[in-house]
């Protein structure tokens, strides 16, 4: 029961010695494995297991570890023992071996002999483990270490430290530990590990002597590199290596080429392209759009340099300003309406053209300063107002042509009454005015023609009513004897005497024929037949018709029908105007007048365009068609305007090249106005801004304008360069590859992206920020995909030990485990120091 005991106490205690040894060296239970046991008389895996039961007498604290050389060429090493020593042997191309005493140490009851498989030396060292079992002699675990023979300290020091009698490694400048083990750097590596003396070896993305510095590829152009291939703008610029300048406020109508700066689109300007340009300038307007004037009030035009007049300024006048009118020669008024007559239009005239006057009905004259009677005013009567004659000395009536003394042989009044002319030989004016209706013994339009009944024949001529005048070789009172012209004699006041003494008519009152045709009158009668009294004094002229006054000395030109009567007659009235009765029917005008009796008025120049001379050089006009001094300016009603010419009554000629229509009322534009433009003014179109422009309205109009050069092809659309620019107004920039991930086209080509999530050409590539580490793939927006073997973490920045690091230690690298150095050592932290 004693020994049990003992051997299980042994057991504990050996346990745990393999424990710590097994924790203190990671790479003992490697070489465990791959040791064999070789057992006098026992097969190898009698003894696979550890024999947990010790002998009584073990010494298992006076002997921890021994130390051997071992040829690392070795296929096979034999440990081999008895009572005093254990001996090593290595099988090689020469054999090697070394004995160790043990006499104190270890009881021997019987040979021992063991076999240990090819191992894998490690920098020169072979680490064995030797468990003996109870078969023949029990022996405690052990760490058996085989080095050379100049090392000391277990399990060794690395990174070439050497070992002090002391078992104290000395390590090379750049390492540090109880096995100069760890590196030593002069600062940490912030993001990376400390793997060579005084050098960090940096994660993905990172460089610089401490890894503090990151990398981006390509280089942030303008801004800083604040994280890998993660760049912080400078102030002035954006986007994917801060490429894209930012301008602030933004161009609203162009691009931004620089901090600041942009470049306008075509047709605006301004710090911001928020300036339209209109070329020429708006003169009194807003450019509100690329060449388009919103004109002030009163202005219009394309310019807005056209001011308006309302009414419009007539009379091809020129509006100079806002409902100012300048108006064109022989016109005035607030829109030149008014013609301009140099002498005023009298007695109601109306001045209807430059220096013409429109009369009313009752008055005539270049400025109806004549009144018209409508029935001339007869004998040097003069017409004082419309329809009232002024009549001369001796004359009465309403157109003065009834005379103040009577004609004693006359049983009614002389007078005109609608005739501009006298009827003759009691002819009478009327039934319809200019018409005489005459006595039965004259005809003609004056009643100046003498009726003959019977017809006077042989060619004889009706010289007086019923008094035919015949030619030589015929005498009869219608000519109807033939006569020989030797027997002939031509008697005073046209009475022929036959020189037979035989009167044809007989002699009146006791006279005698005394010779054909001639009789020998009384001194009471005389006349060619005794048939006019005679008078004292003598009557003169032969007191025949043609003749007045007391004695027929004076001429008479009245055409009243005598019937050869000599009687007391109005004395020389009948020449009217001023003219004087010269002879018998005979009147002697004045300048001014002309006809039988003076009573033609005369116009010199004459009347003409059927006007009427109606007073000395006065014509009085149709005034619907002719007007001026003559008639001889055409009447347009209503004017012609613009300068237009009235050439025939109511038509204007118009100057073709700038007026048309009826008045020359209407502009000329040629070309002519298109797309509905209206012609205004000659030569100056107005459009439909809201859809042309230019000076013909040729120019479509599209607002807001066509942007990046596209062409405004029709109102409202814009013809775009699709391969670079889209939308209504070509605003719209084109990416021939799309931007993906809400991504947006800013510029023909170019993909604006959301910087903190994508990036690339066409915003294609994640973003991770920070980056992601180690190799890892940013797999989408802010998600890293890492090599989960060796990291691990949001950014793979975590390193992965496959072996967890113990005791509080530190994986720093993958698979590597930074211990607390004070206490663990190991690939694990799990081998106490």
């Known amino acids: 029961m004693a020994a049990s005991a003992a051997a299980l106490a042994f057991q504990a205690k050996r346990k745990n010695l393999l424990s710590l040894a097994l924790k203190k060296d990671p790479i003992l239970p490697r070489i465990k494995q791959a040791v064999s046991f070789v057992h006098d008389g026992e097969p190898p895996e009698a003894h696979s297991a550890v024999d947990e039961s010790p002998p009584a007498d073990s010494h298992i604290n006076t002997i921890s570890q021994a130390h051997m050389p071992v040829d690392e060429s070795a296929n096979t090493t034999k440990i081999s023992s008895n009572k005093d020593s254990i001996t090593t042997t290595s099988s090689t191309s020469k054999t090697k071996s070394t004995t160790i005493s043990t006499k104190s140490l270890i009881p021997a009851k019987a040979a021992t002999s063991f076999s240990i498989s090819p191992i894998v030396p490690l920098v020169g060292v072979v680490t064995v483990i030797l468990v003996c079992g109870a078969a023949a002699v029990f022996l405690p675990p052990f760490l058996l270490s085989l080095q050379y023979p100049d090392y000391s300290c277990f399990p060794g020091c690395w990174n070439g430290g050497t070992c002090s009698p002391q078992n104290i490694c000395t390590c090379l400048s750049g390492y540090s530990g109880d096995r100069c083990q760890t590196t030593i750097c002069n600062q940490t590596c912030i993001n990376g590990v400390c793997a060579d003396p005084y050098k960090c070896t940096c994660q993905a993305g990172w460089n610089g002597t401490y890894c503090d510095q990151p990398i981006c590829i390509p280089q942030c152009v303008n801004g800083n590199c604040t994280g890998p291939n993660y760049c912080t703008c400078n102030v002035s610029y954006t986007g994917y290596l801060c490429l894209t300048p930012v301008c602030s406020p933004s161009c609203v109508h162009g691009y931004c080429t620089s901090p600041g700066n942009c470049l306008c689109n075509t047709g605006w300007n301004g710090t911001s392209c928020d300036e339209p340009i209109c070329s020429p300038s708006c003169v009194n307007g807003n450019c509100t759009y690329p060449n388009v004037c919103n004109c002030s009030t009163d202005w219009t035009g394309s310019t807005c340099s056209t001011p308006i007049c309302s009414p419009t300024c007539m009379h091809n006048s020129n509006c100079t300003a806002p409902n ?341 009322e209407t502009p000329v534009c040629t070309p002519i106005c298109e797309n509905n433009g209206n012609c205004t003014s000659p030569g100056v179109c107005t459009c439909d801004a809201t859809q042309w422009n230019g000076t013909r309205c040729e120019t479509p109009v599209c607002t807001p304008i066509c942007q990046n050069n596209g062409n405004c092809t029709s109102p409202g659309v814009c013809t775009c360069d699709t391969s670079q620019w889209n939308g209504t107004r070509c605003e719209t920039p084109v990416c021939s590859s799309p931007c993906q991930n809400n991504g947006n086209c800013t510029a023909p080509g170019v993909c604006t992206c959301d910087t903190t999530q994508w990036n690339g050409t066409t915003c294609e590539t994640p973003v991770c920020t920070p980056i992601c580490q180690n190799n890892g793939n940013c797999t989408s927006p802010g998600v890293c995909t890492c090599d989960t073997s060796q990291w691990n973490g949001t950014r793979c920045e975590t390193p992965v030990c496959s072996s967890p690091c113990q005791n509080n230690g530190n994986c720093t690298a993958p698979g590597v485990c930074t211990c607390v150095t004070s206490q663990w050592n190991g690939s694990d932290c799990t081998t106490r120091k």
């Not at 108006?327 to 008024?333: A, L, T, V």
């Open 324 to 664: 100012t009118c300048v108006c064109s020669s022989g016109y005035n008024g607030s829109y030149c309406q008014s013609p301009i007559c140099t002498s005023p239009c009298q007695n109601g005239g109306n001045c209807t053209a430059p220096s013409v006057c429109t009369c009313p009905t009752t008055f005539n004259g270049s400025v109806c300063e004549f009144p018209i009677c409508t029935n001339s005013c007869l004998n040097n009567g003069n017409c004082t107002a419309p329809d009232v004659c002024t009549c001369a000395a001796g004359w009465t009536g309403s157109i003065c042509q009834t005379g103040n003394k009577l004609h004693t042989f006359l049983s009614e009044w002389w007078y005109l009454s609608v005739c501009s002319f006298n009827c003759s030989n009691g002819g009478t004016c009327g039934p319809t005015p200019q018409t005489c209706t005459c006595t039965s013994q004259w005809s003609g339009t004056q009643c100046t023609t003498p009726v003959c009944s019977p017809t006077c024949q042989n060619q004889g001529t009706c010289v007086a009513p019923n008094n035919c005048s015949c030619p030589i070789g015929y005498n009869g009172s219608v000519c109807q004897y033939r006569t020989i012209a030797s027997f002939l004699e031509i008697i005073q006041n046209e009475l022929f005497c036959v020189f037979s003494a035989i009167c044809l008519t007989a002699c009146n009152h006791g006279g005698s024929c005394v010779a054909p045709n001639e009789c020998n009158c009384t001194t009471s009668w005389a006349g060619l037949l005794c048939d006019m009294p005679r008078c004292n004094p003598w009557c003169q002229n032969g007191g025949v018709k043609g003749y007045t006054g007391e004695t027929c000395g004076q001429p008479l030109c009245n055409p009243i029908n005598y019937e050869d009567s000599i009687g007391y007659l109005v004395p020389n009235a009948t020449c009217q105007n001023g003219g004087t009765c010269i002879s018998p029917y005979n009147c002697s005008c004045t300048a001014s007048w002309s006809g039988t009796y003076c009573q033609t008025a005369i116009c010199n120049p004459q009347c003409i365009n059927d006007g009427n001379c109606t007073a000395p050089n006065v014509c009085t006009c149709n005034t619907t068609q002719w007007n001026g001094s003559l008639c001889e300016i055409p009447v347009c009603n209503p004017s012609c305007l613009n300068n237009g010419n009235c050439t025939s009554p109511g038509v204007c000629t118009c100057d073709t090249s700038q007026w048309n229509g009826t008045i020359c």
